[in-house]
């Protein structure tokens, strides 16, 4: 069972990484930012397996780029693997903190209350000043382990490297979902009471989510900030974390690959409409969200995966 | 001394501004079990609805009788309500009553994102500006501070729709059938109510305090894009901090809120961005469904 | 003279104006069969929640391994080794009955759920199914909750409530929502597999022909009170309980 797993995990890294030489710089930068929201929408799948949906996960891609931003900019670190660490380690300690805070919380409240926390952060960065308020900062080009490119292989190598991490993350994630705890993720959506009859902590299993969450949108917000360059308090923005649950909820949580595929979807969509209807995205953007939930509610996962737990 | 006072009437002000742009959420909340997370759009499109209007009114000779651009701002906020509440219940919540709670708060925010888009096709992304309704009922001196006067107003609004929701809840017949199906829509409905009109009403007096609530702010600030997030996660943590669908838990959540940001503005301004959560953290901390919420053990 | 597993004393609990206990006091053997009998709303279901930490009672003291549990949480009370079913099934309906049954596996494995470790790992399956097998449930082991009979519902939440060690274990109306002819079968099947493991047993019961042939002590429950405490035979001839709970002179 495990060997198809890795076996689908390198194919995938295979085909994505042709990717790097078959695409042209637009499509590369798009499919490497796509795969960088991909893998915090992933951490949002992640939850909603146990049931809830964060409105805020921004607060974890702003709170990992601002991370390795002024680490970059205040230490002058560039090296793409420690920053990505760097950025990790700071959403494991605030996903930590909030996790079990929130933990205690379902649906609405759950929903809510994560959406207000990314909007704090958003609201306190966009005052402060010395870090560039609402224009933000800019961060330096990465180097990999001492290389310095510049130009295409730059853009080559940050593909590569995003393609590389979503391929470890998702298929970690999905030995975690596939696993025991995870079975008990998916039970705790169903029937907590159940869950918690049987011996197992309903809070601990929301709490690992979380934070698992967390460092995914702490390494996606690391790499975003790299590809783009900059960094602003519209990480944080709703509408940013709007993004990401749209892409979750047209993922569904049945599948890792359909979060990336997702994704990319939602980049191209965003590319075009902005070409063709520049000031309706989020029109757009709320219909398709209708159209899915109405026609496709466990999302692209439920077309391919033929039962949940055994997707691949 | 005086700084209490100022906190006091700071307070007052913010709070009933609170109550009532939270007031319409948690009685939706109650009756359709639905947290609507378009009434933050709902209140930018009253503020919009009554920036135009009023504009339109002055423009029309209003100066002559300035006090009439009241009544444009109210009827802004009707007009809001007969458009979009049916649109809205009748077009699209209605085929999610009774579905999961999440899934229900996602179909509110697909609307919250049409809608943000809708407002900036209709009105543009430049700032409106009605003061005139602002300036028009002067200053009032209390001791040695002075406010404007429209700043009453607003508490005088909030204690006018307090009491209006209030009374209507508890001293009509029809807000009795409302507290019924508040309280469970399938007896109601076993019982012969309209459960369907209930819903199409509820939603509409929602959107009509939504869209008022913007109304009133519009000759207080600018009105541009954007001004519906913060009403919703605001309105959202006033009504959470009173219990979901409780018509005086929003008016408690409102005041405790408004003092507490009040004085939070006066003592210590850099956590006037974070007050309202402290608030609810602390309320919720001891009271996990609000001060107000029927906290009930799911029989098994 | 067998030692004390369960001893309740005192207990209250009232919801508003309703008295769902009231000093309630019952010391249970190791190893015993009890039941509670008692019309609708009596509070036997109360009694259940307390002990096992669904409900906090307002006061008094439920003392297990020289513990006072009342009030402490669900989760802590089945790990000290006092399970229940449920009334109402408490399944998950998204998974199958094998899952379901894997995840009580999984909860309860020696070494705690792991993150690694897959839940379809082939041993805990083979697991799973023979648990199944025991309770005769093994044939419906891939379709979803929802499809199934109350009765099979009602095995599976007794099959997942024995995982792991239960020392105690409470069965809340094992046989409603079952056809009739099957109370038997699946009382037997249950009690079985409970008495092989020495397990103490308190269920609720409203058939008087199962209380008898299956439990050795009975509580009848009215009003919250309990009015009558001993062997079958006894508590059925109650006049009490013949005017509040069986509603027939026998
Ligand atoms: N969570 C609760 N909230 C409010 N009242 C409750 C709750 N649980 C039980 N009650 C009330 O307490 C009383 C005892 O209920 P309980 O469920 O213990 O009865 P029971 O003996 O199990 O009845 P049945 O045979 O119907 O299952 C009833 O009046 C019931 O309405
Ligand atoms: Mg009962």
Known sequence: MRSKLFLGATAAFAVLAAGSVILPDWAMFLCAMALAKGLVCLGIVGMMRGGVVSFGQGLYYCIGAYTATLVANSFGVSDIFLLTLLSALACLLVGMAFG??????????????????????????????????????????????????????????????????????????????????????????????????????????????????????????????????????????????????????????????????????????????NLYFPNTWQLALGIFLLVVIVLLPNGLGSLVGRRKGNAA | MDLVATILVDGLIYAGWLFIVSVGLTLVFGVLNILNIAHGSLYAIGAYASASLVGAYFAAGGQAFPYGSYVALILAAVLVALVLGPLLERGLLRFFYGRDEVLNVLVTYAVFLILEDVMKLIWGVNPYFVYEPYTLLGDVEI??????????????????????????????????????????????????????????????????????????????????????????????????????????????????????????????????????????AIVLLFRPEGLFAKTQVRKI | MTRTVLEVRDVQKSFGAVTAAKDISVAVPEGAVFSLIGSNGAGKTTFVNMVTGYIKPDSGSIRFADRDIAGMAPRQITRMGIHRSF????????????????????????????????????????????????????????????????????????????????????????????????????????????????????????????????????????????????????????????????????
């Open chain 1, 100 to 273: 079990p805070l929130l933990s205690s919380y379902r649906g609405i409240f759950f929903a809510m209350l994560s959406l207000a926390l990314s909007m704090v952060l958003y609201g306190s960065l966009s005052k402060m000043s010395v870090i560039g308020g609402t224009d933000g900062l800019n961060i330096a080009a990465p180097t990999f382990l001492g290389w310095a490119p510049e130009g295409r292989p730059l853009q080559t190598a940050l593909y590569i490297y995003v393609v590389a991490i979503v391929v470890i993350a998702g298929t970690l994630m999905r030995i975690y979902f596939d696993s025991e705890q995870g079975l008990i993720t998916l039970a705790t959506r169903d029937n907590e009471l159940r869950v918690e009859y049987l011996g197992a902590s309903v809070r601990n299993i929301m709490t690992y989510n979380y934070v698992f969450g967390a460092v995914l949108g702490g390494i996606g917000g690391t790499i975003a900030a790299l590809a783009l360059g900059h960094v602003d308090p519209e990480f944080a923005f709703w509408t940013t974390s709007g993004e990401f649950v749209f892409v979750a909820i047209l993922a569904g949580y049945l599948s890792v690959p359909a979060v990336f595929v997702a994704a990319i979807i939602l980049e191209l969509v965003r590319s075009f409409s």
């Open chain 3, 87 to 250: 009334q109402i099934a408490q399944l998950c309906n998204d998974l199958t009955v094998e899952e379901n049954m894997l995840l009580a596996g999984a909860i309860h494995g020696a070494s705690g759920p792991s993150f690694l470790r897959r839940a379809h790992d082939p041993e805990a399956r083979d697991r799973a199914v023979a648990t199944l097998e025991r309770f005769n449930i093994a044939e419906h082991r891939d379709r979803l909750v929802p499809e199934l009979s109350g009765g099979v519902k009602k095995l599976l939440d007794i099959a997942m409530a024995m995982a792991g060690d239960t020392q105690i274990m409470l069965l809340d109306e094992p046989t409603s929502g079952v056809a009739s002819d099957e109370k038997f079968p699946i009382m037997d099947l249950v009690m079985e597999a409970l008495r092989s493991t020495g397990v103490t047993v308190i269920f609720v019961e409203h058939d008087m022909d199962i209380v008898t042939r299956y439990s050795e002590r009975v509580l009848a429950f009215y009003d919250g009170r309990i009015i009558a405490d001993d062997a079958p035979d006894e508590v059925l001839l109650d006049p009490e309980v013949q005017r509040y709970v069986t509603g027939t002179p026998a």
């Open chain 2, 143 to 280: 001791g040695p501070l002075f406010y404007v006067g429209y700043d009453f107003a607003v508490i005088a609004a909030a204690i006018v729709v307090g009491l209006a929701v209030w009374l209507t809840l508890n001293r009509t017949r029809i807000g009795k059938v409302v507290l019924a199906v508040i309280h469970d829509s399938e007896m109601s409905q076993t019982m012969g109510v309209n459960v369907q009109r209930i819903y199409l009403g509820a939603f509409m007096a929602g959107t009509f305090l939504a869209a008022l609530g913007g109304a009133l702010t519009a000759p207080m600030i600018s009105v541009t894009p954007g001004l519906g997030v913060n009403v919703i996660i605001v309105a959202f943590a006033v009504v959470i901090i009173g219990g979901l669908g409780s018509v005086p838990g929003a008016a408690i959540g409102a005041l405790l809120v408004g003092i507490s940001r009040a004085a939070s503005v006066h003592l210590l301004p850099e956590a006037e961005l974070f007050i309202i959560y402290f608030v609810m």
